[in-house]
Protein backbone atom coordinates (compact mmCIF):
# COMPACT_ATOMS: atom_id res chain seq x y z
CA UNK A 1 0.00 0.00 0.00
CA UNK A 2 1.70 3.28 -1.11
CA UNK A 3 -0.59 5.49 0.34
CA UNK A 4 -2.43 8.58 -1.58
CA UNK A 5 0.22 10.32 -4.18
CA UNK A 6 0.20 13.68 -5.06
CA UNK A 7 2.45 15.73 -7.97
CA UNK A 8 3.79 17.89 -7.92
CA UNK A 9 4.68 19.08 -4.27
CA UNK A 10 5.57 22.69 -5.37
CA UNK A 11 4.53 24.44 -7.94
CA UNK A 12 5.26 28.42 -8.41
CA UNK A 13 3.90 30.21 -11.17
CA UNK A 14 2.88 33.77 -11.86
CA UNK A 15 -0.54 35.34 -11.52
CA UNK A 16 -2.69 34.03 -15.08
CA UNK A 17 -0.83 31.08 -15.43
CA UNK A 18 -2.90 27.76 -15.61
CA UNK A 19 -1.87 24.79 -13.24
CA UNK A 20 -3.00 21.01 -13.23
CA UNK A 21 -1.85 19.20 -10.03
CA UNK A 22 -2.56 15.00 -10.14
CA UNK A 23 -3.42 13.16 -7.17
CA UNK A 24 -3.63 8.97 -7.21
CA UNK A 25 -5.62 7.47 -4.62
CA UNK A 26 -5.10 4.38 -2.85
CA UNK A 27 -5.86 1.51 -5.24
CA UNK A 28 -8.72 -0.01 -4.22
CA UNK A 29 -10.42 2.91 -3.10
CA UNK A 30 -13.14 4.49 -4.99
CA UNK A 31 -13.68 7.53 -3.35
CA UNK A 32 -11.54 10.29 -3.88
CA UNK A 33 -11.91 14.27 -2.59
CA UNK A 34 -9.70 17.71 -2.90
CA UNK A 35 -9.67 19.92 -0.50
CA UNK A 36 -7.40 23.86 -0.23
CA UNK A 37 -5.87 24.66 3.02
CA UNK A 38 -4.36 28.12 3.75
CA UNK A 39 -2.36 28.79 6.91
CA UNK A 40 -4.12 28.57 10.33
CA UNK A 41 -6.79 27.18 8.35
CA UNK A 42 -8.80 23.98 8.58
CA UNK A 43 -8.56 21.65 5.17
CA UNK A 44 -11.86 23.11 3.41
CA UNK A 45 -13.69 20.47 0.85
CA UNK A 46 -13.64 21.23 -2.72
CA UNK A 47 -15.41 18.38 -4.37
CA UNK A 48 -15.84 14.88 -4.24
CA UNK A 49 -15.73 11.64 -6.59
CA UNK A 50 -17.28 8.02 -7.02
CA UNK A 51 -15.63 6.39 -9.40
CA UNK A 52 -15.48 8.60 -12.22
CA UNK A 53 -18.65 10.64 -11.25
CA UNK A 54 -18.06 13.98 -9.99
CA UNK A 55 -20.82 14.00 -6.95
CA UNK A 56 -20.57 16.91 -4.93
CA UNK A 57 -18.93 20.33 -5.24
CA UNK A 58 -18.23 22.89 -2.85
CA UNK A 59 -19.15 26.78 -3.88
CA UNK A 60 -15.37 27.77 -3.37
CA UNK A 61 -14.96 25.65 -6.67
CA UNK A 62 -15.00 28.71 -9.18
CA UNK A 63 -15.53 28.22 -12.70
CA UNK A 64 -11.54 28.54 -13.09
CA UNK A 65 -11.52 25.27 -11.20
CA UNK A 66 -12.45 21.88 -12.48
CA UNK A 67 -11.65 18.08 -11.75
CA UNK A 68 -11.86 15.09 -13.55
CA UNK A 69 -11.26 11.11 -12.93
CA UNK A 70 -11.21 10.16 -16.26
CA UNK A 71 -11.00 6.00 -15.69
CA UNK A 72 -12.10 6.51 -11.54
CA UNK A 73 -8.32 5.65 -10.61
CA UNK A 74 -6.28 9.33 -10.56
CA UNK A 75 -7.79 12.45 -10.73
CA UNK A 76 -6.44 16.49 -12.09
CA UNK A 77 -7.61 19.13 -10.90
CA UNK A 78 -6.86 22.15 -13.02
CA UNK A 79 -7.16 25.98 -12.40
CA UNK A 80 -7.32 28.26 -15.07
CA UNK A 81 -6.03 32.24 -14.75
CA UNK A 82 -4.80 31.16 -11.33
CA UNK A 83 -5.12 34.61 -9.01
CA UNK A 84 -2.93 35.53 -5.99
CA UNK A 85 -5.82 33.76 -3.48
CA UNK A 86 -5.35 30.71 -5.31
CA UNK A 87 -1.98 30.18 -3.29
CA UNK A 88 -2.77 27.53 -0.63
CA UNK A 89 -1.89 23.73 0.31
CA UNK A 90 -4.03 21.57 -2.49
CA UNK A 91 -4.27 18.25 -0.72
CA UNK A 92 -6.27 15.12 -2.30
CA UNK A 93 -7.36 11.65 0.03
CA UNK A 94 -8.93 8.62 -0.79
CA UNK A 95 -11.44 6.43 1.34
CA UNK A 96 -13.64 2.98 0.30
CA UNK A 97 -17.57 3.21 0.30
CA UNK A 98 -18.86 3.23 3.47
CA UNK A 99 -20.42 6.18 5.78
CA UNK A 100 -17.55 5.74 8.65
CA UNK A 101 -14.98 4.71 6.67
CA UNK A 102 -11.48 7.73 7.19
CA UNK A 103 -10.26 9.38 4.73
CA UNK A 104 -6.81 9.40 3.79
CA UNK A 105 -4.81 11.26 2.46
CA UNK A 106 -1.62 12.42 0.55
CA UNK A 107 1.14 14.93 1.42
CA UNK A 108 -0.28 17.96 -0.80
CA UNK A 109 0.49 20.12 -3.49
CA UNK A 110 2.06 23.74 -2.40
CA UNK A 111 0.64 26.50 -4.72
CA UNK A 112 2.46 29.58 -4.77
CA UNK A 113 1.37 32.11 -7.16
CA UNK A 114 4.02 35.25 -7.72
CA UNK B 1 -24.59 25.30 8.09
CA UNK B 2 -22.66 22.88 9.86
CA UNK B 3 -19.80 24.08 12.17
CA UNK B 4 -16.86 22.31 14.23
CA UNK B 5 -14.98 24.31 16.35
CA UNK B 6 -11.75 23.65 18.20
CA UNK B 7 -11.30 26.79 20.72
CA UNK B 8 -8.18 26.47 21.83
CA UNK B 9 -5.30 27.04 19.57
CA UNK B 10 -2.41 25.27 20.93
CA UNK B 11 -1.39 22.98 24.30
CA UNK B 12 1.83 22.73 25.94
CA UNK B 13 1.81 19.37 28.22
CA UNK B 14 4.60 17.60 29.53
CA UNK B 15 5.73 14.47 28.63
CA UNK B 16 4.14 11.71 30.31
CA UNK B 17 1.24 13.72 31.42
CA UNK B 18 -2.43 13.16 29.80
CA UNK B 19 -3.19 15.83 26.60
CA UNK B 20 -6.87 16.72 26.36
CA UNK B 21 -7.92 18.58 23.29
CA UNK B 22 -11.67 19.72 22.48
CA UNK B 23 -14.06 20.08 19.90
CA UNK B 24 -17.61 21.30 19.34
CA UNK B 25 -20.11 21.23 16.68
CA UNK B 26 -23.09 22.00 16.04
CA UNK B 27 -25.10 18.91 14.08
CA UNK B 28 -26.89 16.36 13.85
CA UNK B 29 -27.45 13.26 15.35
CA UNK B 30 -25.86 10.77 12.85
CA UNK B 31 -22.75 12.56 12.25
CA UNK B 32 -19.34 10.57 12.45
CA UNK B 33 -16.23 12.52 13.81
CA UNK B 34 -12.45 11.78 13.07
CA UNK B 35 -9.44 12.93 14.45
CA UNK B 36 -6.74 13.99 12.69
CA UNK B 37 -2.66 14.88 13.49
CA UNK B 38 -0.58 16.80 10.94
CA UNK B 39 3.22 17.47 11.06
CA UNK B 40 4.63 20.20 8.82
CA UNK B 41 4.86 19.64 5.27
CA UNK B 42 2.59 16.11 5.60
CA UNK B 43 -0.98 15.91 5.12
CA UNK B 44 -3.45 14.89 7.76
CA UNK B 45 -3.13 11.61 9.16
CA UNK B 46 -5.67 9.83 10.66
CA UNK B 47 -6.15 9.01 14.18
CA UNK B 48 -9.11 7.70 15.26
CA UNK B 49 -12.85 7.80 14.55
CA UNK B 50 -16.18 7.93 16.63
CA UNK B 51 -19.73 7.13 15.69
CA UNK B 52 -22.20 9.35 17.54
CA UNK B 53 -24.26 5.93 18.73
CA UNK B 54 -21.15 5.51 20.99
CA UNK B 55 -19.53 7.61 23.61
CA UNK B 56 -16.25 6.69 23.99
CA UNK B 57 -13.22 4.59 21.73
CA UNK B 58 -10.18 4.08 22.40
CA UNK B 59 -6.51 2.76 20.76
CA UNK B 60 -3.86 2.22 22.50
CA UNK B 61 -2.74 5.90 24.36
CA UNK B 62 -5.81 7.87 22.12
CA UNK B 63 -9.47 7.56 23.60
CA UNK B 64 -12.15 10.28 21.81
CA UNK B 65 -15.17 10.75 24.24
CA UNK B 66 -18.17 12.06 22.82
CA UNK B 67 -20.92 14.17 24.55
CA UNK B 68 -23.89 13.97 22.30
CA UNK B 69 -26.15 16.85 24.62
CA UNK B 70 -23.30 19.04 24.85
CA UNK B 71 -22.12 18.16 21.44
CA UNK B 72 -18.73 18.10 22.44
CA UNK B 73 -16.01 15.63 21.63
CA UNK B 74 -12.28 15.21 23.36
CA UNK B 75 -9.62 13.23 22.36
CA UNK B 76 -7.18 12.09 25.32
CA UNK B 77 -3.63 11.27 24.73
CA UNK B 78 -1.99 9.46 27.30
CA UNK B 79 0.95 9.21 28.36
CA UNK B 80 2.17 12.11 25.93
CA UNK B 81 4.76 12.08 23.78
CA UNK B 82 7.39 14.19 22.39
CA UNK B 83 6.59 12.97 18.97
CA UNK B 84 2.56 13.25 19.62
CA UNK B 85 3.53 17.44 18.70
CA UNK B 86 1.59 18.28 15.91
CA UNK B 87 -1.50 19.88 14.82
CA UNK B 88 -4.71 17.97 15.84
CA UNK B 89 -7.89 18.20 13.92
CA UNK B 90 -11.36 17.82 14.89
CA UNK B 91 -13.90 16.78 11.43
CA UNK B 92 -17.02 15.85 11.04
CA UNK B 93 -18.28 13.82 7.87
CA UNK B 94 -21.65 14.29 8.33
CA UNK B 95 -22.87 10.64 8.11
CA UNK B 96 -22.55 10.48 4.69
CA UNK B 97 -18.81 11.01 4.15
CA UNK B 98 -19.22 13.18 0.76
CA UNK B 99 -16.87 15.73 2.67
CA UNK B 100 -15.71 16.07 5.91
CA UNK B 101 -16.07 19.76 7.92
CA UNK B 102 -12.96 20.64 9.82
CA UNK B 103 -12.03 22.43 12.80
CA UNK B 104 -9.14 24.97 12.91
CA UNK B 105 -7.15 22.91 14.64
CA UNK B 106 -4.95 22.89 18.09
CA UNK B 107 -1.41 22.82 17.85
CA UNK B 108 0.04 20.36 20.63
CA UNK B 109 3.34 20.69 22.06
CA UNK B 110 4.80 17.77 24.47
CA UNK B 111 8.03 18.58 25.68
CA UNK B 112 10.57 16.60 27.55
Known amino acids: DTGVSQNPRHKITKRGQNVTFRCDPISEHNRLYWYRQTLGQGPEFLTYFQNEAQLEKSRLLSDRFSAERPKGSFSTLEIQRTEQGDSAMYLC????????????FGDGTRLSIL | DQQVKQNSPSLSVQEGRISILNCDYT??????FLWYKKYPAEGPTFLIS???IKDKNEDGRFTVFLNKSAKHLSLHIVPSQPGDSAVYFC???????????WGLGTSLAVNP
Open chain 2, 50 to 52: ISS
Open chain 2, 27 to 32: NSMFDY
Open chain 1, 93 to 104: ASSSSGSSEPQH
Open chain 2, 91 to 101: ADNAGNNRKLI
